[in-house]
């Protein structure tokens, strides 16, 4: 079971590096393909993946299992999560060509650091509960560093006229036409 885990990990990887890609904008002249629909659906089964495989990772019959890749593979998650649910609200492009491949490195790194760090304190609840929360602190804050980083990456981008290129997204190019002084 735990080679299927790993192979899994080694595919969520490249499937999110091939996301990261599909985000990529068109070349000039070119007109953009319809990928926003496949690009929700394929992060949609990506989460759901990496949901089942960090589930698989953190909790095993030994016990609660911290390691540092290990939580670095949630943190990715909870950052893919934040990805694809803000996507359905309202889809900023580029934000996953710069995202993801943030997750894709964290989704490796159970395989490449394997050593696991078992949670001494893993019959104790209120132990428990206080390392969830505050790894699930440490979590939000590094998503929204990442997310505030890709904003300026896309802000950046909007002033050069890069992300509102044609057939690119018709909200970035209504952005960019007040932002041009």
């Keep these: 079971m735990e080679r299927l885990i790993i192979v899994a990990q080694v595919l969520l990887a490249i499937g999110y590096a091939a996301l990261a890609w599909m985000d990529r ?11 926003a629909d496949t690009l929700r659906w394929a992060m949609a089964v990506a989460v759901l993946a990496h949901l089942v ?7 095993q019959d030994e016990g609660v299992n911290l390691s540092f ?3 670095l593979s949630l943190i990715g998650l909870l ?4 990805l694809w649910l803000s996507g ?4 900023v492009p580029g934000m996953a060509l710069r995202t993801l491949p943030i997750v894709a490195v ?4 159970p395989v490449l650091l394997p050593a696991p760090h078992w949670l001494p304190y893993s019959t104790d609840v209120v132990a428990a509960a206080h390392l969830v929360v505050a790894l699930l602190a440490f979590a939000l804050f590094v998503v929204a560093a990442v997310q505030a980083a890709a904003m300026l990456a896309l802000q950046q981008d909007l002033r050069r006229g890069v992300a509102a290129a044609p057939g690119r997204c018709r909200r970035c190019s209504r952005w960019s036409a007040g932002s041009s002084a």
């Design 106 to 109: 964290a989704t490796l790194l």
């Design 53 to 59: 495989i960090v589930w698989r990772l953190i909790f």
């Design 69 to 71: 890749a290990a939580s």
């Design 25 to 35: 904008p068109a070349r000039e002249g070119a007109v953009a393909p319809a990928r």
């Design 79 to 82: 950052l893919a999560l934040w």
């Design 88 to 91: 359905l609200l309202m889809p």
